[in-house]
């Protein structure tokens, strides 16, 4: 069920507590897919340099003044022998759990698609653990196409 009555912003100093719990919950999420990840406590990003950058962008969803999700967009330098020679990696794509399924991500994603764009980068990737069918299915729905598969032994 979409939700239309939310907005979307760039994150500020002032969200970054707010911002290290939804990171905490990524982790809690990702953790039946990621045996590999340390015990607690452990941090994926910085946010607060992600939020500095100007090759960074990090958005926050808000609904009611209250913040219900985050997403961020860097962009990296392709491999040499890639093309194009740069591209956004989006990543720290968290929704609330009481908001999850109404297309909160989606409209992240659109708005950190737009800023790549914005700035002539329209190669956008992400990583997504190959168990996570449901984040596969919704970043299909998107446009995105699956490229390299990691293997493990």
Do not use: C
């Not at 969803?61 to 989006?90: C, R, T």
């Not at 992240?108 to 002539?120: F, G, P």
């Not at 190669?123 to 196409?145: P, R």
């Amino acid at each position: 069920m979409p939700l239309a009555n939310y907005t979307i912003r760039e994150a500020v100093q002032d969200d970054l507590e707010i911002l290290q719990e939804f990171e905490q919950g990524v982790i809690q999420y990702e953790r039946p897919f990621a045996p590999k990840l340390k015990e607690d406590p452990i941090v994926y990003y910085d946010i607060q340099n992600l939020i500095e950058r100007d090759d960074a962008q990090v958005l926050v969803v808000v609904i009611d003044n209250k913040l219900v999700g985050s997403g961020y967009a860097l962009i990296k330098e392709s491999a040499p022998y890639k093309n194009p020679s740069h591209f956004a990696y989006l990543g720290f794509m968290y929704v609330v759990p009481e908001h999850r399924g109404k297309g909160l991500n989606g409209g992240l994603i659109k708005e950190l698609v737009q800023w790549a764009k914005d700035r002539d980068i329209h190669e956008v990737q992400l990583d997504v653990y190959a168990e996570n069918q449901s984040a596969i299915k919704a970043y299909t729905k998107l446009g995105f196409n699956p490229d390299l598969l990691k293997m493990r032994l």
